[in-house]
C-alpha cells in the first residue's frame, strides 16, 4: 500500500519534471516561433492556392399560417405561431424538392449555364431560423453572382411553388440576394492561425521529446533522484604556459596539516 509520503514525493517529482520541462521549452521559444511561423505559412500556402474560394447568397421569407385570420382580426395568437413555426419546417423541406428546384432551373433559363438538378441540389440549404417563423435559402457557389442569380429565382418561385403544393398559409420575402463581395471559405486567417497554433504544439512536442531523450547529465540535479552524488570532478582553467598542479594534505586529527 502507498503511504502518504511516497505519494508526496512522486506528486512532487512530478511537479519538478514538469517545471523543467517549461523552461526547456520557454529557453527555446525562438524554436517554438520558428514551428508556429512555418505551421502558418504552410496553411495558408495550402488554402490560397489549392482551395476555391466559395461565395453564398441567401433570401429569407417570413412564414405565416393564415393571413385572413390576421385580416379579420388583426391579432396573431399563439396556436397561429406555432402553427407558422411548423409549417416553416414543411416548406424547408419542400424548397429542396425536385418539383421546387425544376422550377428555379427554368426561371434561370439561358442562365443555368448547364447547370443540373443534381448540382443544384448540392448547392442550396434551405433552413428554419431557430424558434422564428424565418425561412432561409443559402445559395453557395464558386461565382458570387451566379449565386445571386439562383437566390434571386429562389425569391420568384418559392411563394407560388409552396402555395401549390401545400395549399396553406403562404410567405412574405424578408431579405432579397445580394452579390457577395467576399467568399464565406475558405476563411483564410482563421486557418492560418489554427495552423500557427498547430505548429507552435508540434514544435514543443518535438522538443520535449528531444529533452526527454537526451541521457546526457550536465549538473548534479540530472541524477540526484536515481543515484547518489560521491563526487563532483571540478574544471580547471589552466592559463596559457601554466602547468595543473595537484597538492595533497593530511590531517592528524591534533589540527596539524601536513602537506606532500
Known amino acids: 500500500m502507498i503511504n502518504a509520503e511516497d505519494s508526496a514525493a512522486s506528486s512532487s517529482s512530478e511537479e519538478v519534471n514538469l517545471l523543467v ?137 418559392a411563394p407560388r411553388e409552396l402555395q401549390n403544393i401545400t395549399k396553406v398559409g403562404g410567405v412574405e420575402i424578408v431579405d432579397q440576394p445580394e452579390v457577395a463581395t467576399r467568399p464565406a471559405s475558405p476563411r483564410t486567417l482563421f486557418d492560418s492561425a489554427i495552423g500557427l497554433v498547430i505548429g507552435v504544439i508540434v514544435a514543443g512536442i518535438i522538443l520535449g521529446v528531444r529533452m526527454m531523450a537526451d541521457q546526457t547529465i550536465y549538473v548534479p540535479e540530472d541524477i540526484e533522484n536515481s543515484v547518489t552524488v560521491l563526487g563532483v570532478i571540478p574544471t580547471i582553467d589552466i592559463g596559457i604556459g601554466q602547468t595543473p598542479m595537484w597538492r595533497f594534505t593530511s590531517n592528524d586529527g591534533d589540527g596539524n596539516v601536513t602537506r606532500a
Open 21 to 157: 520541462v517549461a523552461r526547456y521549452l520557454l529557453s527555446k521559444w525562438y524554436w517554438l516561433l520558428l514551428g508556429g511561423v512555418v505551421g502558418g505559412a504552410l496553411v495558408f500556402a495550402a488554402v490560397s492556392l489549392f482551395i476555391t474560394p466559395s461565395y453564398q447568397s441567401s433570401v429569407s421569407f417570413y412564414v405565416y399560417n393564415s393571413p385572413d385570420s390576421v385580416a379579420t382580426t388583426k391579432t396573431v395568437n399563439n396556436q397561429d405561431l406555432q402553427a407558422a413555426e411548423s409549417l416553416a419546417t414543411t416548406y424547408s423541406n419542400i424548397l429542396e424538392s425536385n418539383i421546387v428546384l425544376d422550377a428555379v432551373l427554368d426561371d434561370l433559363g439561358d442562365n443555368r449555364g448547364g447547370l443540373t438538378r443534381s448540382e443544384l441540389s448540392d448547392m442550396v440549404d434551405a433552413s428554419v431560423i431557430t424558434n422564428t417563423q424565418l425561412l432561409e435559402v443559402v445559395v453557395s457557389s464558386n461565382d458570387a453572382d451566379f449565386a445571386c442569380r439562383i437566390a434571386e429565382s429562389f425569391e420568384n418561385v
